[in-house]
């Protein structure tokens, strides 16, 4: 039987347009808590602050949500606020909202439940988004997130790991990075599909199939 493992963000949700709500709100959370203080934050020094501690840590598979957590230490020291019980707040705030407010691409759900019939689907991720976060733990027979296991995409061996979780073939990895999903499914001996929603410019790399949409991937699965 064949196994597809969809990667998550930006592929199934729209990770982007999520994580920018929730910062927006941790921010009217941050004035309601600190009146007075924030009133030059942002949404983009958020992410640039993210950006800065995720830097630090090249090469080191860490728990995401620590990761979040170090930003908004670094985000409220630039306030001048040194108050790690409110960096904790902030955070807990943060991912809550994000899990609420999920968006899911409209092919998503129909496509998944045409999959789930005839073949294994799980979900290979380099995020923190697990499905039972999402309402999604029934789309999935297993889910593989490389915080739980030391290592990323596109590193062979989390797709090794993924294999011996749910065996079969053949494998094929849909996602939207041509480096993480397509090449390293590719080198892993899977087939890697590119879903290229931006209709993005015809990469150097060679993706097995390219779709603009799931629906698109229903014919090659259903040859299978």
Request: hydrophobic share 45%; charged share 25%; net charge negative.
């Amino acid at each position: 039987m064949a196994v597809f493992f969809f990667d998550g963000d930006q592929t199934l949700w729209d990770f982007q347009a999520m994580m920018r709500r929730a910062l927006a709100a941790t921010i009217g959370e941050l004035r309601r808590l600190r009146p007075g203080t924030g009133e030059d934050m942002s949404v983009e020094a958020f992410v640039t602050d993210r950006e800065v501690v995720a830097e630090r840590l090249p090469g080191h598979v860490t728990n995401l949500e620590q990761v979040r957590f170090e930003a908004f230490r670094q985000s409220l020291a630039r306030l001048r606020l040194r108050d790690d019980d409110l960096a904790a707040h902030l955070n807990d705030f943060y991912l809550q909202r994000r899990f609420a407010d999920v968006m899911l691409y409209d092919d998503v759900l129909p496509v998944l439940a045409e999959l789930c019939q005839n073949h294994h689907v799980g979900l290979l991720s380099n995020g923190n988004s697990y499905p039972k976060r999402l309402g999604l733990e029934d789309c999935f027979q297993v889910a593989v997130l490389s915080q739980d296991h030391g290592v990323e995409k596109p590193d062979r061996r989390i797709f090794d790991i993924a294999s011996d979780l749910l065996p079969g073939e053949p494998r094929i990895m849909v996602g939207d990075s041509l480096a993480n999903d397509v090449a390293g499914a590719q080198a892993a001996g899977w087939a890697g599909v590119w879903l290229n929603r931006e209709g993005a410019a015809t990469p150097k790399a060679v993706p097995d199939l390219t779709i603009r949409s799931l629906h698109e991937l229903l014919p090659m699965a259903n040859a299978l």
